[in-house]
């Protein structure tokens, strides 16, 4: 039986405008209202954007020859611009600068006054409740997660970011782009809300260390490997699982650890490994069934990782399984 249908289709929109009210149209459909203040670009102003939507996760590539100040809408979603050409400024006084190379945490919930000058950005936005999600499981109930600045906090973290902008874009290539796959889209969205936490000053660093949970019954990691065995091929997350096992996820991720021989997304990617090994006992080439294709059905996106990953675990490559 395979595993998840399809989600929602990627979707890709290329526009280009010479006319900055068109320009700010479209910023705020896609970002929130944005009122001109400086309405005067320098000659020559275009505005291009590139951008794919895949369910609540979109990567866009945008392009402003010109100069012009905004007052933009709070968000409450999260939004991370990186300056690949020209500047970006922030703020009262234009206080926040970032140039090449940078990365912008856009502020939550609060009016922004915006400066572009000649820019090219591409801009990652996710669900904030994909972060909040995250800070909950290192221990910050997400009505008190806050950020405290708008840069990387360090070079390093900087180049953290641009590694995972990197990953993302690879994700999001090609006419059939891997984001496509529901369980390649919500690693991918984990990832990115992950890379926003470590890379963001906020509050989850700098949290007290707290004693792990008492005993659990092994009766927790039953119900988490039923839980798990059942919705392997859908998005599942540790929060999922936790609650389905009726447990915190501190309390999951000890009982794994006192009574079982991996952690709970260990036994996910085993259980999807099996998933992957049935779909290709089954599958048909002359029907058009692939390696590839069962891979990231299953939530591979590399395909050499998988085919590793299934040797160690059937002690043959993949295709001979799918050919017999």
């Not at 479209?26 to 400086?38: M, Q, T």
């Not at 006084?93 to 006054?113: K, N, V, W």
């Not at 390649?184 to 890379?195: F, H, I, P, S, Y």
């Not at 779909?279 to 590839?292: C, E, F, I, M, S």
Request: overall charge positive.
């Amino acid at each position: 039986m395979a595993g998840s249908a399809a989600g929602p289709p990627v979707q890709r929109a290329v526009v280009q405008t010479r006319d900055i009210a068109i320009a700010h149209e479209l910023l705020s459909r896609a970002y929130g209202e944005h009122r001109l203040r400086l309405d005067q670009p320098t000659p020559g102003f275009v505005f291009r954007s590139e951008a794919m939507l895949a369910a609540d996760l979109s990567v866009d590539r945008m392009t402003y020859r010109g100069r012009v100040c905004a007052v933009s809408d709070p968000i409450d979603y999260v939004v991370v611009p990186t300056v690949l050409k020209g500047g970006l400024s922030l703020g009262p006084d234009q206080q926040d600068r970032f140039a090449a190379g940078d990365a912008a945490l856009i502020p939550l919930h609060r009016t922004l006054e915006v400066v572009w000058d000649h820019f090219t950005v591409q801009t990652i936005r996710i669900p904030l409740s994909a972060v909040t999600r995250l800070a909950h499981r290192l221990g910050v109930d997400p009505v008190n997660l806050r950020f405290d600045g708008l840069a990387a906090v360090s070079a390093q973290m900087k180049r953290h970011w641009l590694a995972s902008l990197a990953y993302l874009s690879r994700m999001c290539a090609g006419p059939n782009p891997a984001i496509g796959q529901p369980l390649l889209r919500a690693a991918a969205v984990d990832a990115a809300a992950a890379a926003v936490l470590a890379v963001f000053p906020n509050t989850t660093m700098t949290l007290d260390y707290t004693p792990g949970p008492g005993r659990v019954p092994p009766a927790t990691v039953r119900r988490a490997t039923a839980y798990i065995d059942a919705h392997a091929g859908r998005p599942i997350t540790t929060e999922d699982i936790a609650a389905a096992a009726g447990v915190s996820v501190r309390g999951l991720q000890a009982a794994f650890a006192r009574h079982g021989d991996t952690t709970p997304s260990g036994y996910l990617r085993r259980a999807r490994l099996r998933g992957a090994h049935r779909d290709l006992q089954a599958g048909d080439p002359t029907r058009g069934d692939t390696v590839a294709a069962i891979a990231r059905r299953w939530g591979y996106a590399n395909p050499g990782r998988f085919a590793v990953d299934y040797r160690t675990a059937y002690g043959e490559p993949p295709h001979h399984t799918l050919r017999t």
